[in-house]
């Protein structure tokens, strides 16, 4: 993987540190990882409705449609017989969307896909390759809740609103891959043959995000501290100032 060239910088400054000091046994792999656990296995504010020919985004469900999906939500709140009547008139969801607002936070969510995807609640200049694929949203009583409050202020909407925008950047670098993780290497020399063996002795994932000088201290930091050569990698981190 290529980092910023201030972080490689660092990188490259501390594998020659290595090579001359007793940290030569030890070397930290960087890598950039495509596998890791989807953040909407984690616990989450809000929840994320989406619909897609191709892929298999946001959080499971069952739905068939759209509609369905917004149909479920008015359920929790409105009376039925009211809704059956509209159900299959073409406007029902934006004109539920409105009324749902009373009830719940709602914010939509768009995918542009050319070459990888990506997500946000904007939308894309480019129409062709892009499009509106589902919702996240949260109920007033999770929002309550959440921050201890019986009344939704200005200020209490607007930390909700960017709780949902928080975790759909964190979903999108998912979706992107922009996830990286690190393993610890403990590097032994054959003494007759010469030939260099690594043995993997920590690792940690779900870094989300561009590799950068706060990621790497915090890769450092989720060193097991009884794991062989961690005292040793963090000092030379700590001497490069990072």
């Known amino acids: 993987m ?21 940290l030569k ?27 897609h020919n191709k892929y298999t985004l946001g959080d499971k469900h069952n739905y068939k449609e759209p509609r369905e999906a917004i149909y479920d939500i008015i359920a929790e709140y409105m009376d039925m017989d009211y809704v059956d ?6 406007d029902f969801i934006e004109k539920y969307l409105g009324k749902l607002n009373k009830y719940i936070l ?6 542009y896909d050319h070459s990888g995807i990506t997500m946000n609640t904007s939308g894309f200049s480019c129409n062709w390759d892009s499009g509106q694929v589902g919702w996240i949203y949260v109920s007033k009583d999770a929002i309550r809740k959440e921050f201890n409050v019986k009344k939704i202020t200005k200020d209490i909407e ?5 709780l ?13 891959g922009d996830v990286q993780e690190f ?8 003494p007759t043959c010469g030939n260099v063996e690594e043995e993997s002795i920590d690792s940690c994932g779900g870094f989300f995000g561009y590799a950068d000088d706060t990621m790497i201290k ?20 700590n001497k490069m100032g990072v």
């Not at 290529?2 to 490259?12: L, M, S, T």
């Not at 709602?106 to 995918?111: A, C, S, T």
């Not at 393993?183 to 054959?190: H, I």
């Not at 501290?225 to 000092?235: Q, V, Y």
Request: charged share 30%.
């Open 2 to 22: 290529k980092y910023p060239k201030e972080v490689q910088a660092k990188i490259d400054i501390l594998n020659t540190y290595k090579e001359n000091t007793e």
């Open 25 to 51: 046994t030890f070397n930290i792999l960087h890598l950039y990882s495509k596998k890791s656990e989807s953040p909407r296995e984690w616990y989450n504010f809000g929840t994320m409705i989406c619909f």
């Open 85 to 90: 009547n509209d159900y299959y008139d073409s």
């Open 106 to 111: 709602i914010l939509p969510l768009y995918l």
């Open 158 to 162: 607007k930390k909700a609103y960017s």
């Open 164 to 176: 949902l925008e928080s975790e759909v950047k964190n979903y999108d670098l998912y979706i992107r």
């Open 183 to 190: 393993v610890l290497y403990k590097k032994e020399v054959c």
């Open 218 to 237: 915090d890769m450092i930091e989720q060193l097991d501290l009884d794991t062989e050569g961690t005292e040793e990698i963090r000092e030379a981190y």
